[in-house]
Structure formats: structure tokens, C-alpha cells
């Protein structure tokens, strides 16, 4: 093979490169079915990609899906790189969401040290509503004494700033500190929209009993953030 017709090899290689997209890659992901090559593809195209929107999509749904199937430790891995991968400031909802992983692993020192860098770092009211809220739910599961905490969920649970977790907050009251008041407040359809508290206090037995139910639902995109 010539200089040139090598030269045009590797011009044709990278063009076939860059006109991978996100969706194509997370496309032929899925195709594989088994969970663990979905997994391995989604990295393997991850790497690939040299656009960082697209490298980053591609890493948030593998780390999405990682932690739909109780991986919550590659998935906070997962979430972290996607954060740094794209073009401009770090995603500080991605570092969350790395967050959420580790103290559903029990690791609210690191899961802590993420949420205490978002509030540092963010000057998103949304994304601070959001690390405050984490930040309570570290507190209560590490503190000796979870009535300060608990008091700090049930004052989120009543300002507008926090409407959009307010059923997570209400259950996490129910649920930690058998708040009847807080069941009932809750409406019957909004229920399942305060299963984020769930995951971050899932014990990891119990995420392991699940695991292996999960692949199917894994791959169907979420309803909501």
C-alpha cells in the first residue's frame, strides 16, 4: 500500500469516526441486549467519541443505566467523567447524580465532599436547591442524632424553593421518622416521585436482591429528572 492510499485510509477512518453521533452509539449499545455488553460498547464508544457533547451524553446514559442495574459505583465513576467531558464548565447535575450514587453505596464522606464542592461551585438556584436537599439526606444518614437533620428536610418540605422534591422530602419523613402527618400529605399519584430518597438509602443487600430485575427496565428512559 502506497503513502497516498494509506493517507486516504486513515482520512476515511476518522471521518467514519466523527460522524458517530451519541444516538448511534448508544443504538448500537442497546442492540447487544446482554447488560454487561451494553455496558462494554457504551464505554468502548465513549472513548471514541472526540466531540464532548457527545461524549458526555453517551457517559451519562451509561452511567444511568449502570445505576438502574445497582451498579452504583461504576455508575458514580461514570457520572463524575461525564461531568468534565464536555466543552466549557463542569455538569455540577452530574456530580450530583455522582453523589446520589455514593450515599446510596453508604459513602457519605465522599458523597458529602461532591455535594459540599456543587455548593461551592454553583451559582444555579435549581442545582443548589437540589445539593441542599442532598446534602440533608447525607446528614441524616451519617449524624448520630438525625433530629437536626430531619428538622432541616421538614423546613425544605414547606418552602416553594424546594416544591419539586417535596415528595421525596415528605417520604423521607414518613419513612425516617414514621411522619403520619407527612404520609398523608403526600398525594396517593405522587408517591413514586419520592423514590430518589429510596435509592439514596437503599441498603446495598437489598439493591444486590434486585439487580438482576432490572436490565429491561434499565434501557427505557426516565420519566423526569
Not at 456530580?95 to 461551585?121: F, I, K, P, Q, T
Not at 441498603?203 to 429491561?216: D, S
Amino acid at each position: 500500500m502506497n503513502r497516498a492510499t494509506l493517507a486516504l485510509a486513515f482520512s476515511l477512518l476518522a471521518a467514519s469516526l466523527a460522524a458517530q453521533t451519541a444516538d448511534s452509539v448508544i443504538a448500537e449499545a442497546i442492540s447487544r441486549k446482554e447488560s454487561e455488553k451494553v455496558i462494554a460498547a457504551l464505554e468502548s464508544g465513549a472513548r471514541k467519541l472526540g466531540e464532548p457533547a457527545s461524549k458526555r451524553a453517551v457517559l451519562r446514559f451509561l452511567a444511568d443505566y449502570e445505576e438502574r442495574l445497582a451498579l452504583a459505583d461504576r455508575a458514580a465513576d461514570h457520572y463524575l467523567e461525564a461531568a468534565s467531558s464536555g466543552a466549557g464548565s463542569r455538569d455540577e447535575g452530574l456530580v450530583l447524580d455522582a453523589a446520589r450514587c455514593r450515599l446510596s453505596l453508604g459513602d457519605a464522606e465522599r458523597a458529602n465532599a461532591l455535594v459540599s464542592s456543587v455548593l461551592l461551585a454553583s451559582f444555579d438556584d435549581a442545582v443548589l436547591a437540589r445539593a441542599r436537599v442532598y446534602a440533608a439526606w447525607i446528614s441524616l444518614s451519617s449524624a448520630e442524632d438525625p433530629r437536626p437533620a430531619l428538622s432541616q428536610i421538614r423546613s425544605y418540605a414547606d418552602q416553594p424553593a424546594f416544591a419539586a422534591y417535596e415528595p421525596a422530602l415528605l417520604f423521607t419523613l414518613w419513612w425516617s421518622d414514621s411522619d403520619a402527618s407527612a404520609r398523608d400529605a403526600t398525594e396517593p399519584a405522587d408517591r413514586g416521585r419520592g423514590m430518589e430518597a429510596v435509592l439514596c438509602m437503599m441498603t446495598p443487600l437489598a439493591r444486590e436482591a434486585t439487580r438482576h430485575h432490572r436490565h429491561r427496565d434499565a434501557l427505557r428512559p426516565r420519566r423526569g429528572a
